[in-house]
């Protein structure tokens, strides 16, 4: 049966809803990649179906983003939140009520782009159940993550052989840095087509500006040296790295340091657990009067908070691209990372910040002091960074790319489909 609309297209991102408020729990990267990838390939003319699974009685069902962008929340399991190692039992239901929609919209999706290994089984699924073209973003890899964790989920052969299917069978993975590309082919397997899209951001949102006003605007002194964290609370981030460096820096006394640490979390939930462990180290190192917390950062505020910061640092365990570091450099601000994955990519190393060995406390020490203590030289790397997130890193780009390959492989299966999406009236 062919389908009613020619290019209407579905994202699916079971567990990483991409209109839910982001920066806690499980809320973070992929939300924003499926989010913004959305609203920019409908700019070019997709009609842009998001589905994700509905985690909250008060979420609406279908969320209209624009005339040509929606998320659309299916009932998966109980309507409450359910952490991504538990989710798994409860993909025939997604898939169930996915098919079930389709029914009732009297069409069928002919390509359909999965998010994180959960959406790709259900890709796998659906493909044995209608003919569908099927693009995959992994996020994360299981084979990575269960390299650097002691407590490995009972999911984590399932996801493993999962991820593995999902490389060699599907119609392309989109791999978001050439690091992330390499880990696929060494860890997951040398069959299945692969292709390199990084990230992106929004660089009309980050780097209007300037740090002077960013920081009147937040009520922090022009002579503060502000070291700034953002993300989730969990510990493969590296907090604790960071935080155990500032104690180490050679500023630290200075009566103008400040770290500020931002990410949303929930008391009692593994976010808010994080988020106290990191406070009880601040004060046993007595950095308390120098560490601030301002919890979830919302729109609003994350561009003033990246402007006004005189170093952003990701001191990830691993990251497979890591959006914060783009956000940073977009806002002309340098940025101390981890030597890891996509971060080896986006930050470039003595030009738009630097790199250092992961969970090496001595290295982050090092390398913040050398940015704080040289203003001229962290307004150089700020530059380099905003150039080169404007050349290399936005939406428009990604959907570009992407935009390609869904007509390529649309026209290989349905020729009768045309070479571009049409631009609705
Ligand atoms: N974020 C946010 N508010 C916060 C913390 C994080 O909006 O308080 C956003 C951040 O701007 C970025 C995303 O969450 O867009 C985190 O993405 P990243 O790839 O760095 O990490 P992940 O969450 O995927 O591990």
């Not at 579905?10 to 209109?19: E, H, K, N, R, T």
């Not at 040398?190 to 929004?202: A, M």
């Amino acid at each position: 049966m062919l389908p009613t609309r020619k290019h209407r297209i579905a994202l699916i991102s079971v567990d990483g809803d991409p209109a839910a408020e982001i920066g806690q729990e499980e809320a973070g990267g992929q939300n924003v990649y499926v989010r913004q990838v959305g609203y920019a390939l409908a700019e070019q003319g997709w009609q842009v179906d998001m589905f994700t699974r509905q985690s909250s009685p008060e979420q609406a069902t279908i969320v209209q983003h624009g005339p040509l962008c929606r998320t659309i929340r299916l009932k998966t399991g109980p309507t409450e939140f359910i952490g991504r190692d538990h989710l798994f039992e409860h993909l025939p239901e997604f898939i169930a009520e996915f098919q079930t929609f389709q029914r009732e919209q009297g069409f069928q999706y002919r390509l359909i782009h999965t998010n994180y290994w959960l959406s790709s089984w259900v890709g796998m699924e659906l493909k044995k159940q209608q003919p569908l073209i099927q693009l995959h973003t992994y996020h994360s890899l299981g084979t990575v993550k269960y390299s650097a964790i002691s407590d490995i989920p009972a999911i984590a052969s399932k996801r493993i052989a999962v991820e593995k299917a999902c490389l060699e069978t599907v119609d392309r993975v989109v791999a978001t840095s050439p690091q992330e590309q390499q880990h696929m082919r060494r860890l997951v397997s040398t069959k299945g087509k692969i292709e390199v899209i990084p990230c992106g951001t929004d660089v009309d949102k980050f780097g209007l500006i300037q740090r002077s006003a960013a920081r009147q605007e937040l009520g922090i002194a022009p002579d503060v040296k502000m070291i700034l964290y953002v993300g989730r609370f969990d510990q493969r981030k590296g907090i604790e790295t960071l935080v155990r460096a500032v104690a180490k820096s050679s500023l630290r006394d200075h009566a103008n340091l400040q770290l500020v640490i931002g990410g949303g979390y929930r008391p009692g939930h593994s976010d808010g657990i994080e988020r106290d462990r990191i406070a009880s180290i601040v004060a046993e190192l007595g950095l308390e009067n120098c560490t601030t917390f301002p919890g979830r950062l919302d729109e609003a505020v994350i561009p003033s908070y990246y402007a006004a910061a005189d170093v952003c640092v990701v001191p990830s365990h691993y990251e497979p691209f890591g959006l914060v570091a783009i956000e940073a450099m977009a806002s002309q601000t340098p940025v101390v990372a981890s030597d890891v994955g996509g971060l080896q990519f986006t930050v470039v190393p003595e030009v738009t910040g630097l790199l250092v060995p992961p969970k090496d406390e001595v290295a982050f020490a090092t390398a913040i002091d050398r940015i704080l203590l040289n203003p001229n030289w962290r307004d150089q790397l700020g530059e380099a960074g905003r150039q080169r997130v404007e050349i290399a890193f936005s939406w428009y780009s990604v959907a570009s790319r992407l935009t390609q390959i869904y007509t390529h492989l649309l026209a290989q299966t349905m020729p009768s489909i045309e070479s571009k999406p049409q631009i609705a009236a």
